[in-house]
């Protein structure tokens, strides 16, 4: 393995093989819209409101102690709140380059030098084991996190490496990957995390220092994964994947967040040593998992009692968990398996998450996030303290801070790296996968530049402009995803316009600066109907426009009481509407019995919008339900809410 570019190419994921090249912060530059606007936000309150808090917390004291020696039984704080910290110095690495943001520059310094006067000579980094009272090192590793934190330094590390090279963090990083290296290497424990991460942050740290050894501890993990090396549970070793070695695993279980990292190291590994079996076990999870195991949101985990997946086609709207955490790392694994495929069903994923998961979490002020994300709400929440820690996941409202409080740092993380997620190269040419006002600029193996500029309103309109601003010697190759929901999506280009089937549409040529060509994506709304087999939604209908799953909230309906016995017509389609789309809606009187069943089917004409009232005072008059984003609601206080509708069809 060479030395991986470190400054020279600012982006989170860098293979040194693949069919496409992720472009990084330096050739990519979100200059406003949808996107822009969330990174601003980020930037200007997300970042400090969480240091703000593991400050009050006394998270980052944390490491005082372990550094002045007065570590104590009390420490605050879960295993893995180390963790929070590493996940926020990453978001500021990011941003500080991304912006030249000097307050996320001195606070990166001055985080770099608290968390490094708690490292142990050896290079063991953590507060909460193998100091004064505390348990020994590695004593809990089933629930420990503690290989887990070092995971998510060295995933800081490779965003500061990347960035401005190397520095302190750096350095500190370093010796810890060494010392896990040391400890969990050949002759050393044959041991591994519960909570896996520490692959990951391996693999990428490897890569950005060209470091074969730190590539080939991640492999070693992946491997000891599956063989029942942890301790067993009552939710099962299939909580951690270490049920099932993760190469003869034909779909992802268990805790979501842990497999799915699990996944994203272990294409890495596989890219990295040319393994196509593992990278193929890959891409059969994800296949079926997508197919059988996800939300239309793209949203991941139908399970509270362990944050996991349930079985194909357990997907209950009113009990789904897709926390927030399990978005950022569904949008991990799906980016590493388009660079190493260049297949865009990929990154169409990624533009389902992004919308309708990491966007519906965070709000307008960026101080308060969702931690779950439900598509139905039966009643509204409680409006939340801003002043306090929630202690549940799946409130209803947006929270300042949770007792487990992972997602508004995976938030600030990914929003702040955004732009090294939009787009790619190979060796002909520039692929846009992510449509957001931007400037782009690379050079192609071969010397050829590609420079232009993207002009959208996307996702309030379909139409992306991409402009040519540099001329071009020789020909070279544009290619724009075409999402899988735009058939009838058209490509203009030098004034002609053709269809463009969903995948992708691409235009060759010897461009000059000026030229534009254009993508022309349909957003009527639309009605998707769910699998029959996902019995929790059988005879529902929701509603999407663009990349975007809309919803009916309580606010909206004539009496909030009414989205219980909401029915839709699907005669004819959604209309558009500026709020998102709209539907003709009924909600059928029904007289409250001592038993919600009956021998009797209930009468029909309450389905058929102009019908006239059934003898069980059924039907009534229709009335127009507005439908808005998913990721919008909530934002006007608490509500209900549902995104799958009962069809009168």
């Known amino acids: 393995m060479t030395p991986g570019p470190t400054a020279a190419h600012p982006v989170p994921v860098l293979p040194s093989r693949g069919p496409v090249r992720p472009l990084g912060l330096a050739q990519v530059s979100v200059t406003g819209g949808f996107w822009g606007g969330r990174q601003a936000v980020n930037a200007a309150a997300t970042l400090a409101h969480c240091e703000t808090w593991m400050e009050r917390l006394g998270w980052l004291a944390n490491f005082d102690r372990v550094a002045d020696g007065t570590t104590a039984p009390d420490r605050p704080g879960w295993p893995f709140s180390d963790s929070e910290v590493y996940k926020l110095m990453e978001a500021l690495a990011w941003e500080s380059f991304r912006t030249g943001d000097e307050g996320a520059e001195s606070a990166l310094k001055r985080l770099t030098a608290r968390i490094g006067r708690a490292q142990d000579p050896d290079g063991y980094l953590n507060t909460c084991f193998g100091h004064g009272d505390q348990p020994p090192r590695y004593s809990d590793l089933e629930h420990g996190h ?75 993990f992946l491997d000891r994964r599956g063989h029942g090396r942890l301790g067993d549970i009552p939710l099962g070793r299939a909580y951690f994947q270490d049920d099932v070695p993760i190469r003869k695993a034909d779909v992802w279980r268990g ?68 926390e927030t955490c399990a978005g950022v790392a569904s949008i991990m694994v799906s980016w590493r398996l388009h660079l190493a495929t260049g297949d865009v069903r990929y990154t169409d994923l990624i533009e389902r998450t992004l919308y309708n998961v990491v966007a519906a979490s965070p709000a307008d002020d960026g101080r308060a996030f969702f931690y779950a994300n439900p598509l139905h709400q039966r009643t509204p929440g409680r409006p939340a303290d801003d002043g306090g820690v929630s202690p549940r996941a799946e409130s209803g409202v947006r929270a300042a801070w949770f007792d487990v409080s992972c997602c508004p740092t995976n938030v600030a993380r990914t929003l702040a790296a955004l732009d090294g997620y939009l787009a790619t190269t190979d060796d002909d040419g520039l692929q846009i996968h992510q449509y957001a006002p931007c400037v782009i600029a690379a050079d192609l193996p ?204």
Not at 270 to 279: N, P, R, S
């Open 146 to 220: 503690e290989l887990y934190n070092t995971g998510h330094l060295l995933q800081a590390a490779v965003a500061r490496l990347r960035t401005r090279g190397e520095d302190e963090l750096v350095r500190l990083a370093r010796r810890a990957a060494d010392h896990v290296c040391r400890a969990f290497g050949p002759g050393g424990r044959d041991g591994l995390c519960g909570h896996p991460e520490i692959e990951v942050g391996l693999a990428e740290f490897g890569r950005a220092l060209g470091e074969e050894r730190y590539v080939e501890q991640a492999r070693l």
């Open 255 to 322: 805790h979501a967040v842990r497999v799915l990292y699990l996944s994203a190291a272990a294409v890495d590994v596989a890219v990295e040593h040319g393994d196509d079996e593992l990278l193929d076990a890959v891409r059969r999870q994800w296949d079926r998992s997508v197919a059988r195991r996800t939300y239309i949101t793209g949203g991941m985990g139908s399970r509270h009692q362990d944050e996991g997946f349930g079985e194909d086609w357990e997907l209950p709207p009113d009990r789904a968990y897709c």
């Open 446 to 649: 071969d010397g050829r530049r590609v420079a232009a500029e993207v002009e959208t309103r996307y996702p309030a309109d379909g139409t992306i402009r991409v402009r040519i601003t540099e001329d071009a010697a020789a020909p070279w190759t544009l290619s724009l995803r075409v999402p899988a929901w735009a058939e009838g999506a058209t490509l203009t280009d030098d004034g002609r316009a053709r269809p463009a089937a969903p995948g992708t549409a691409s235009v060759r040529r010897a461009f000059r600066a000026g030229d534009v060509v254009t993508l022309e994506l349909p957003m009527r709304p639309r009605f998707t109907w769910p699998d029959p087999r996902v019995d929790a939604v059988r005879g529902c209908v929701a509603v999407e426009r663009g990349p975007e799953v809309l919803c009916v909230e309580s606010h909206d309906l004539p009496d909030p009481a009414l989205l219980d016995a909401l029915v839709i017509d699907t005669r004819g389609g959604p209309l558009p509407d500026p709020r998102g789309g709209r539907v003709t809606g009924r909600s059928p009187a029904r007289p409250d019995a001592g038993w919600p069943y009956t021998a009797t089917r209930p009468h029909a004409a309450w389905l058929i919008p102009d019908a006239e009232t059934g003898p069980d005072g059924s039907g009534g008059e229709g009335f127009d339900v507005p439908l808005r984003p998913y990721h919008s609601w909530a934002r006007r206080g608490p509500s209900g809410m549902r995104v799958w509708l009962p069809s009168s069809s």
